[in-house]
């Protein structure tokens, strides 16, 4: 059971340059959801989704987007990435329901010059 | 807008010291509130969480919080720190209005534990 994982770890772009980032989960969780960390601001959530094919906005969604094609896999792509995105990105997932926590990944660190 | 706030962004402590990190939260509401910490290098793990009940709770590693319902507050305490607690501490907060798992998190404050 590996819980949460991501892929890549670290990754280095250009500005303009795309991505997209992996996260995997085998606990069979309904919600899923992608964080970005920058310091003195803890973590703030960009998109989610409660369900295969379904995703929705979070607080801070400008220049990303996702896709939830399979439940078990959530991806978060970078259209063209610009210096604001570099970010340490966190996934997490969760069961359905008010009570259930979050269970994160290890994380990837973005640098964009 | 829904808030959580930490107090203290860094805190240094040497080991055997008492640990209090103060959390406080903005919502009227019914709330699930957590503490999740960050070792170095590492993800976000779980030290404890209180959903209802008793509203002292005990989580991993000897840590404790405490709801205070009237105060918005859920601080945490350690009445004794190693120098394994180094790590980043974060209060995060999850408003029953419906929906998904809304988690509003703290800035986080970083302890540093000395020998």
């Known amino acids: 059971n590996a819980g949460v994982t991501q892929t890549p770890k670290f990754r280095v772009l250009k500005t303009g340059q795309s991505m997209t980032l992996l996260c995997a989960q085998d606990?069979?969780?309904?919600?899923m959801y992608w964080y970005r960390q920058d310091p003195g601001m803890g973590l703030r959530l960009i998109h989610y989704?409660?369900?295969?094919?379904?995703?929705a906005k979070g607080e801070v969604p400008d220049g990303y987007n996702v896709s939830r094609l399979k439940k078990q896999n959530f991806l978060l792509g970078l259209e063209s990435a610009a210096p604001s995105q570099t970010s340490v990105y966190f996934c997490?997932?969760?069961?359905?329901?008010?009570?259930?926590?979050?269970?994160f990944g290890p994380g990837t660190r973005l640098t964009v010059t | 807008a829904q808030s959580v706030s930490q107090h203290n962004h860094h805190v240094i402590l040497s080991e055997a010291a008492s640990l209090e990190l103060g959390c406080n939260y903005s919502?009227?509401?019914?709330?699930?509130l957590f503490w999740y910490v960050q070792y170095p290098g590492q993800h976000l793990q779980l030290l404890l969480k209180?959903?209802?009940?008793?509203?002292l709770v005990k989580g991993i590693k000897g840590f404790e919080a405490e709801f205070i319902k009237s105060k918005f507050s859920f601080n945490l305490r350690k009445p004794s720190v190693q120098w394994s607690d180094t790590a980043e501490y974060f209060c995060?907060?999850?408003?029953?209005?419906?929906?998904?798992?809304?988690?509003?998190f703290g800035a986080g404050t970083r302890l540093a534990v000395h020998p």
């Open positions: 997490a997932s969760s069961y359905i329901g008010q009570s259930r926590e979050q269970y």
């Open positions: 606990m069979n969780h309904e919600y």
């Open positions: 989704s409660v369900g295969e094919g379904t995703t």
């Open positions: 919502y009227g509401g019914t709330v699930n």
């Open positions: 209180y959903f209802s009940g008793d509203p």
């Open positions: 995060a907060v999850t408003p029953f209005s419906g929906g998904y798992n809304k988690l509003i």
